[in-house]
């Protein structure tokens, strides 16, 4: 039962996320940025918030980590508005790597592809 509520709960964070970046954040340095995955721990208390830019350049990236580092504390809040917890979790955002890995991937077939093409 508990896992079930976990999973409603990281569902409803991710949409509201989502929803106050979009509409509430007005930080330039978060335009692009879309929610992937959030981590939640069993007791509701703590969630790693997963994020990709469209940008994979390292300095855009930085700004986009600031600029979530500053809204923190908004996203927090207006979760605590919205989730119907005794609690609100404490939050923390992380880049997805995922997505860079997915793209390695992608990069390595095409240059087998082009390999194979060659030949």
């Keep these: 039962m508990a896992n079930y509520r976990v999973g409603r709960v990281r569902q409803e964070i991710m949409r509201e996320v989502n929803r106050i970046l979009l509409r509430e954040a007005k930080d330039p340095r978060i335009e692009g940025v879309t929610i992937t995955d959030v981590d939640l721990t069993g007791d509701l208390q703590q969630a790693t918030i997963f994020y990709s830019t ?5 300095g855009q990236r930085q700004k986009t980590e600031a600029g979530l580092k500053a809204v923190t504390g908004l996203v927090r809040s207006e979760l605590g508005k919205v989730l119907k917890l005794y609690k609100t979790p404490e939050i923390r955002f992380e880049r ?4 860079d890995y997915g ?17």
Excluded: P, T, W
């Design 103 to 119: 793209n390695r991937i992608d990069q390595l077939l095409n240059q087998i592809h082009q390999k194979d093409q060659a030949e």
């Design 54 to 58: 469209l940008s994979d350049k390292a």
């Design 96 to 99: 997805d790597r995922s997505v």
